[in-house]
């Protein structure tokens, strides 16, 4: 994935179901895609202008999208804005402030590569209809961290409905994981022959103290992916602070 250049704030967001509407999905235990990651609110936003109005720009088009926005969430025009680029569940979102409330978005596929137009009618370019991937958001398992998984640095992805999901295949070497705030983590996969199952491997310690998470933490696991790409893996606390 290429990122936007360092010297401008910046944050990523996960597409997930629902993202058009702003309906919070209270039942995978996720903020809805608009909510504006709080240390990005706080560090840029918050305190900084008095404006409520956020203008996106793109890549795709020489036109503007005038966008609401209400605490840290960004609600009228933002599906308008969705519905033009034609973004799917699984996509990932890179916003680039350009200062006085104007973001560059850069919209990325599930395979981290960016996601090309054809001009001037905003229309994605895709693979022919029968080659093109169906997005899988069918898997949904919660787990918890402990000593042992931490020590072994593995975490053992619940066997029920694995390994029918759409979105894993047992040649994945990679999953990334994404945090509630938008963050990733790229980390290994491996699927064991001997007992079915999927597992964390390498990275599963670095994302657990990234988040600062304790031994008894329980988090919601929702997979995104087409089972060619590299899938998404959206991690999010059973419970809200």
């Known amino acids: 994935m290429r990122m936007p250049n360092s010297h401008k704030p910046h944050f990523l967001k996960p597409l997930l ?4 509407s702003g309906v919070s999905l209270l039942n995978f235990g996720f903020s809805d895609l608009q909510t504006i990651p709080l240390g990005f609110f706080s560090q840029h936003i918050e ?8 203008k996106l720009r793109s890549d795709a088009t020489d036109q503007t999208w005038e ?3 209400e605490g840290r969430r960004l609600t009228g025009g933002w599906k308008d804005f969705t519905t033009a ?4 569940i699984g996509d990932i979102v890179i916003f680039k402030h350009e200062g006085d409330m104007v973001f ?5 596929g599930p395979s981290c590569c960016e996601i090309q137009y054809t001009h001037p009618h905003i229309i994605k370019e895709e693979a022919d209809a029968d ?25 053992v992805i619940s066997s029920e409905g694995a390994t029918t999901c759409t979105a894993l295949n047992k040649q994945c070497q990679e ?9 990733s983590w790229t980390v290994s996969l491996r699927f064991s022959e001997a007992d079915g199952m999927y597992y964390i491997r ?16 329980l988090f919601v696991f929702n997979v995104v992916g087409d089972g060619k790409t590299t899938p998404l893996m959206c991690v999010c606390p059973e419970r809200e602070e």
Not at 47 to 54: A, D, V
Not at 175 to 183: A, D, F, R, S, T
Not at 208 to 217: E, Q, S, V
């Open 175 to 183: 999953i990334i994981l994404v945090n509630k705030e938008g963050n």
């Open 131 to 155: 080659d093109a991937p169906s997005f899988s958001f069918d898997y949904c398992f919660q787990a918890e961290v402990t000593a042992s998984n931490l020590k072994e640095d593995k975490l």
């Open 202 to 217: 390498r990275g599963w310690r670095k994302f657990c103290r990234a988040n600062r998470c304790a031994i008894g933490d």
């Open 85 to 88: 680029h034609d973004l799917q």
């Open 104 to 108: 560059h978005v850069t919209p990325f």
């Open 17 to 20: 179901p629902d993202f058009h």
């Open 47 to 54: 305190g900084k202008t008095n404006r409520k109005t956020w």
């Open 67 to 69: 966008v609401i926005q």
